[in-house]
């Protein structure tokens, strides 16, 4: 099955500085590639993603990077700000996409 | 979009006693279903997942079993529930041909 690994664990940054999250895959089939954001007790709720005929995403402060020749791509958030801490999620569909592989999570800490 | 409903918000219940969480989807038709835990402070953790009636998917063998008995309704059961499963419960669905899954608000289970 696929095999999703993202790093960091877990990340503190300054407010008004830039955090990147990266995930590696393993299925080179994989071509839907989505963001979750998880608030404290919530429910994840999808922020980013991005198709494999495309290298980039932009959203506002939040950007998506894709590199299927490496396998990985990656979460960009720019300008930080107090409300952007929570757990992110990225994941990768199997083939046929039925189901998702998430990664493991990062944390992110934003500092006043 | 797509809607995701899912009760109870909290549950308390003591070892060795049935659960059923239910869940059902709005707003599309013959949507992949799927149940996910979390335990605290981790990943998202697929425990079944339904393409269609009567059709579930096991990832993880364990003390659960789910059940799909109309096309916008996944029930997640135990018939005795053990310490181990206490965590968060999320429900999602996915829309026939879609890519973007949608999670339900969760249940958060506490066994004693």
């Known amino acids: 099955g696929e095999n999703v690994e993202q790093h960091p664990s877990t990340l503190s940054v300054q407010e008004g500085d830039s955090a990147v999250i990266k995930c590696t895959y393993s299925?080179?089939?994989?071509?839907?590639f989505p963001w979750y954001k998880q608030e404290l007790g919530k429910r994840p709720q999808l922020i980013i993603d991005?198709?494999?005929?495309?290298g980039e995403k932009k959203d506002q402060r939040i950007a998506v990077t894709l590199n299927k020749t490496a396998k990985h791509f990656s979460l960009h958030i720019t300008e930080t700000q107090p409300e952007d801490s929570a757990v992110y999620f990225c994941?990768?569909?199997?083939?046929?996409?039925?189901?998702?592989?998430f990664g493991t999570g990062t944390r992110l800490t934003i500092i006043p | 979009s797509q809607t995701i409903h899912q009760w109870p918000a909290t549950l308390v219940q003591p070892v060795g006693s049935p659960l059923s969480l239910e869940c059902t989807v709005e707003?599309?038709?013959?949507?992949?279903l799927y149940w996910y835990r979390q335990a605290a402070g981790r990943g998202l953790q697929l425990l079944f997942y339904s393409v269609g009636i009567g059709q579930i998917s096991s990832e993880v063998p364990q003390n659960l079993s789910a059940s799909r008995p109309q096309d916008r309704q996944f029930i997640l059961s135990s018939k005795k529930l053990l310490l181990s499963d206490s965590g968060f419960y999320l429900c999602a669905g996915k829309g026939q041909g879609m890519d973007i899954q949608y999670f339900g608000a969760g249940t958060r289970l506490s066994v004693l």
């Open positions: 707003g599309t038709s013959n949507p992949n």
């Open positions: 991005i198709r494999s005929n495309v």
């Open positions: 994941a990768v569909p199997n083939f046929g996409n039925e189901k998702l592989t």
């Open positions: 299925d080179s089939a994989s071509n839907y």
